[in-house]
C-alpha cells in the first residue's frame, strides 16, 4: 500500500483521522452555525419571563426531557395529537434546546394555554389522581420549595433576554402579586398544594406551571393575530391593489395555478362556482371574497391563506374583479 | 522493562473500576426499569426518573465504558509497541482522578444539577476535570505510540487513536456554555443550533466511545484468544477511514421531521445508509477471520463472547442506518424502539467485547488460569438471554406503540389517546425488567469470577517470570 508510512508515524496518523472527521463537521454542523436561516428569530416569539425562565431551569434539573419532547413533527396525526407542528423560530431563545428525545409521557411543545393553571397544580401534585394509568413521578415537593431567586437577574443577563434586573424584579414582584391575589382564578387549589408557609411567596411550582403555560402560547398567538388581522382586515379594508394592473396580471397566474382546477378557465364555473360575475355566493365586497379565499368557505373551498399569504391573496381577489367585468 | 508491573496494576485498577460502575449503573437500570410500571418507587427528588436516569446513563457510559477502555487501551498500547507506558505516573493519577469524578458526576447529577444535553449533562466543573482526564489519556497514548519500538502500528491503535482525537473535538465543541454559577451554566448555542451541535456530539460520542475502542478491543483480542490472524488487513483499512470520514455527518439522523433545516436531515439520512459499509467491514473482518475454526466457538469461551459481540454490531448497524430513513423515522423516534436498539448496543456489543477483553487480559496479567470458565460460560448466557429479553421487547413495544400513536378512525380522528399506548406499554416493561434481573445476574457473576482472577496472590509469581512473559506476550 502506498499510505503504508502513515501507519507508522503516529501524530501525523493523528493528524490526518481529525482532517477526515472534519469535514463532515464542518458542512453539517459548523457551517450551519453561521446560516442565519438555520436559526431565524422572530418578533413573534418572546423570550421568557423571570418566572418562566426559573420555571425552566426546575424542568431542566427534574430531567423532565427525559421523558417529554418538545417538538411536534409534521406528520398528520401529530398535528391531530399536539397542534401545529413545531418551526424553528420557536426555539430562538432556548438555550439549551429541549427537543428530548423520547416520549415516554406526550409531547409538551402545545401545552402552554391548553389547561387552566389548577390542572396543573392538581396534575403535578399527584399525575395518577388525574390518570391512574399514568406512570409520571408526582411533584408535590415543588410546591414545598421556595423560588430561588437570587441568580435570576444574572442569569436573563447571561440568557440575552433583552432586559435589565429591575425589570427582572417587577415581574418577579407581578407574577408573586398575581399567584396569591385570592382573585387568582387558581388559588383555591394552590392552596390546596401550597403549603401555608410558602402560600404568599412564589414556589418552584409556580414557575414550572408559568414555565409549562409559556410552551407555545407565542406562536399560537401570532398565528391567531394573524388569522385575526386578516380577517378584521377583510371586514374593514378595502383591496390594496384595486385597479393595480400588474397586480391583476399576477392574480391571474395565480388563479391559474391554484383555483382554475375547481373554479374552471377564466371562472366560468366547474366544481366551484362560476366567478365571472358579480353575484358571489357568499358576498361580493372586497372583504367577503378575500374572506372566501383566504379562510374558505364550507362545502369545499379550502382555505388559501397559510399557502398564499395576504398579499397574493389580495392579488387573486383583483383578478376576480377583472373577471367580473369580463363576464358582464 | 522495569515498569511492566506497574502498567499492570492501572489496567487492573481500570479493571476493577469498570466493573464497580457497571454494576452501580445497571443496578440503578434495574431501578428505573421498575419506576417505569411502579410511579411509587419515585420515592424522593432524588430518586425521581428524571434525575436518576442520566446518572444511569452517565454511569455506563463514563464509568463502566471509559474505565473499560482506559483499562484495555493500556493494556494494547503497551503489548503492541512493545514499550512501557510513557507516562506511568500519569497514568495511576488518571486512576484516581478518574474514580472521583466520577463519583462527583453520579452525586451531582442525583442533586439535578445537570445540563440537560443527553449524555453530557455534567455540569462545567466536572466538564472541566473529563478534558484534564482526557489530556492525561491523550499523552500516554501519543507519548506511548512515539516511543514505541514496533514500527509499524496495528490496526487496534488506529481505533484507540480515532477515539482520542474524536472525543477531544466533539467533547469540548458540545460543552461550551456560559457558566452562571458554579454549579449551572447555559450552552453557547441556542435552539437549532443547540440542538444540531448536541446530537452531532451525542452520536459522535458514542461513535468514539461504543464503538472505536470497543473494534480496537475486537481487533485485538479476537486474534489474540483465538491465534487466528485478522483475515483482511486491507478490509480494515476501508473500515477505519470511512468509519470516521462518515460518522461525523450523521448527527442529524436523531434530529428527523424536526425544525433542523432539511438538507441537513437529508445529509445525515444518506450517510448514515452510507455508515452500513464500514460497519459491515469489521463484522465481515471478524466472521471471516473464523472461517473454518468455527468449532472454537464451543472449545474456547472468550470466542463466544467476541462473536455474538459482533453481531449485536452487525445487528446495531443495521438498525442504526435504517432508524434514519424518514419513515421510519417517523414510526419509530420517540418510542421504545429507540432504547432498544440503544440498549441492544450496549448490553450486546458494548458489554460482551469489554468482558471478554476483562477475562484474556486479567489472567495474562496474573499469570493464572481464570478462575472458573464455567461461571464465565453463566456470565455469557444470562447475559445474551437478559439482553435478548429487554432489547427484542422493548423493539415490539416500540412498533406496537408507534402504531398506537398514529392509528386513526375512518373519520381521521386519532384512535386512541396518549394514556392507551402508555397502558399498553406495562406488560413489555414487565418482560424487560425481568430480562434485566437476568443480566444483572450475569455481570454479578462475572465481577465474581474477574474478581477471583485478579486477587493479588503473593508469591505464586517472580516480577523476573513476570517481565518475561510480558515481552513474550
Known amino acids: ?328 | 522493562m522495569a515498569n511492566g508491573a506497574r502498567s499492570d496494576s492501572i489496567v487492573r485498577g481500570f479493571a476493577l473500576s469498570s466493573v464497580f460502575w457497571l454494576l452501580v449503573g445497571l443496578g440503578i437500570g434495574l431501578w428505573l426499569a421498575a419506576e417505569m410500571i411502579y410511579p411509587a418507587l419515585n420515592l424522593a427528588p432524588w430518586l425521581a426518573f428524571g434525575r436518576l436516569r442520566v446518572v444511569h446513563t452517565n454511569g455506563l457510559i463514563f464509568g463502566f465504558t471509559l474505565a473499560g477502555i482506559f483499562a484495555c487501551s493500556f493494556y494494547m498500547l503497551e503489548k503492541l509497541t512493545r514499550t512501557p507506558l510513557a507516562f506511568p505516573g500519569l497514568a495511576k493519577a488518571q486512576l484516581w482522578l478518574f474514580n472521583i469524578a466520577i463519583a462527583l458526576a453520579a452525586l451531582s447529577l442525583f442533586a439535578g444539577l445537570n445540563t440537560s444535553k443527553e449524555y453530557s449533562e455534567l455540569e462545567w466543573p466536572l466538564d472541566i476535570v473529563v478534558v484534564a482526564l482526557w489530556v492525561m489519556f491523550a499523552a500516554n497514548v501519543m507519548g506511548t505510540l512515539v516511543k514505541r519500538r514496533e514500527k509499524q502500528m496495528y490496526v487496534s491503535l488506529w481505533f484507540i487513536v480515532g477515539c482520542v482525537v474524536t472525543v477531544a473535538v466533539v467533547y469540548i465543541l458540545n460543552n461550551l456554555a456560559v457558566p452562571v454559577s458554579l454549579t449551572k451554566s447555559y450552552s453557547v448555542y441556542a435552539g437549532v443550533n443547540d440542538a444540531n451541535v448536541q446530537w452531532w456530539f451525542g452520536h459522535n460520542a458514542v461513535a468514539s466511545v461504543f464503538t472505536f475502542p470497543i473494534l480496537a478491543m475486537f481487533y485485538y483480542f479476537l486474534p489474540k484468544s483465538t491465534g487466528l490472524p485478522i483475515y483482511s488487513h486491507r478490509l480494515s483499512i476501508i473500515a477505519f477511514w470511512s468509519l470516521i470520514f462518515g460518522y461525523l455527518w450523521t448527527g442529524a439522523h436523531h434530529l428527523m421531521l424536526t425544525p433542523v433545516p432539511e438538507w441537513i436531515q437529508t445529509v445525515a439520512l444518506a450517510f448514515s445508509l452510507f455508515l452500513i459499509a464500514p460497519s459491515w467491514a469489521s463484522v465481515l473482518n471478524g466472521f471471516y477471520t473464523m472461517n473454518g475454526n468455527w468449532d472454537k466457538m464451543k472449545s474456547n469461551y472468550l470466542v463466544k463472547f467476541f462473536i455474538l459481540g459482533i453481531t449485536f454490531y452487525g445487528l446495531q448497524t443495521i438498525q442504526g442506518p435504517t432508524q434514519a430513513i424518514r419513515a421510519l423515522s417517523g414510526h419509530l423516534h420517540f418510542t421504545e424502539y429507540i432504547p432498544g436498539h440503544v440498549h441492544m448496543g450496549t448490553m450486546g456489543w458494548v458489554t460482551m467485547i469489554i468482558s471478554a477483553s476483562m477475562y484474556f487480559m486479567m489472567t495474562k496479567i496474573t499469570g493464572r488460569e481464570i478462575h472458573s470458565v464455567k461461571l464465565a460460560n453463566l456470565h455469557f448466557w444470562l447475559i445474551l438471554v437478559g439482553q435478548l429479553m429487554s432489547t427484542a421487547t422493548l423493539w415490539i413495544a416500540g412498533i406496537v406503540q408507534g402504531a398506537m400513536w398514529k392509528a386513526t378512525n375512518p373519520d381521521g380522528s386519532l384512535m386512541y389517546n396518549f394514556l392507551d399506548s402508555v397502558a399498553a406499554m406495562y406488560p413489555f416493561w414487565a418482560v424487560r425488567l425481568v430480562g434485566g434481573l437476568l443480566y444483572f445476574a450475569g455481570i454479578a457473576v462475572f465481577a465474581y469470577n474477574l474478581y477471583m482472577t485478579s486477587r493479588p496472590m503473593p508469591g505464586t509469581e517472580s516480577p523476573a517470570s513476570k517481565a518475561a512473559k510480558f515481552q513474550a506476550a
Request: include cysteine; aromatic fraction near 10%.
Open chain 1, 1 to 328: 500500500m502506498r499510505f503504508d508510512g502513515l501507519y507508522e508515524k503516529p501524530v501525523l496518523f493523528a493528524i490526518a483521522a481529525v482532517a477526515v472527521l472534519s469535514v463532515g463537521t464542518l458542512v453539517t454542523t459548523f457551517i450551519p452555525l453561521f446560516l442565519p436561516s438555520t436559526q431565524p428569530v422572530s418578533p413573534l416569539i418572546r423570550p421568557y419571563t423571570a418566572v418562566e425562565a426559573e420555571g425552566r431551569d426546575i424542568y431542566i434539573r427534574e430531567g423532565c426531557n427525559n421523558c417529554h419532547t418538545q417538538t411536534v413533527r409534521p406528520m398528520r396525526t401529530e398535528v391531530a395529537r399536539y397542534g401545529d407542528y413545531s418551526k424553528p423560530e420557536e426555539s430562538a431563545w432556548d438555550r439549551p434546546f429541549l427537543w428530548g428525545s423520547r416520549r415516554t409521557g406526550p409531547d409538551l411543545a402545545r401545552l402552554g394555554g391548553k389547561y387552566p393553571d389548577a390542572w396543573h397544580y392538581r396534575h403535578m401534585a399527584n399525575p395518577q389522581a388525574m390518570f391512574d394509568r399514568s406512570n409520571m413521578p408526582a411533584y408535590a415537593w415543588l410546591a414545598k420549595s421556595k423560588l430561588d431567586t437570587a441568580l435570576t437577574a444574572r442569569k436573563v443577563t447571561i440568557l440575552g433576554y433583552g432586559y435589565d434586573g429591575a425589570e427582572v424584579a417587577r415581574q418577579l414582584a407581578t407574577f408573586r402579586q398575581t399567584v396569591t391575589a385570592p382573585a387568582y382564578p387558581s388559588a383555591r387549589v394552590r392552596s390546596q398544594v401550597t403549603p401555608a408557609a410558602l402560600q404568599g411567596e412564589i414556589t418552584e411550582l409556580d414557575a414550572m406551571v408559568a414555565y409549562l403555560q409559556k410552551l407555545g402560547r407565542d406562536l399560537k398567538a401570532a398565528q391567531a393575530t394573524v388569522a385575526g388581522s386578516a380577517t378584521a382586515e377583510a371586514a374593514e379594508t378595502k383591496n390594496p391593489y384595486a385597479g393595480s394592473r400588474e397586480a391583476e396580471e399576477e392574480g391571474e397566474k395565480i388563479f391559474k395555478e391554484n383555483c382554475r382546477s375547481c373554479h374552471g378557465e377564466k371562472g366560468a364555473g366547474g366544481f366551484g362556482p362560476k366567478l365571472s360575475t358579480t353575484a358571489h355566493k357568499f358576498g361580493s365586497s372586497d372583504g367577503d371574497l378575500f374572506s372566501s379565499v383566504a379562510g374558505g368557505r364550507p362545502g369545499g373551498m379550502p382555505s388559501f391563506l397559510p399557502q398564499l399569504g395576504k398579499d397574493r391573496v389580495w392579488k387573486a381577489v383583483s383578478y376576480i374583479r377583472r373577471l367580473e367585468r369580463e363576464g358582464r
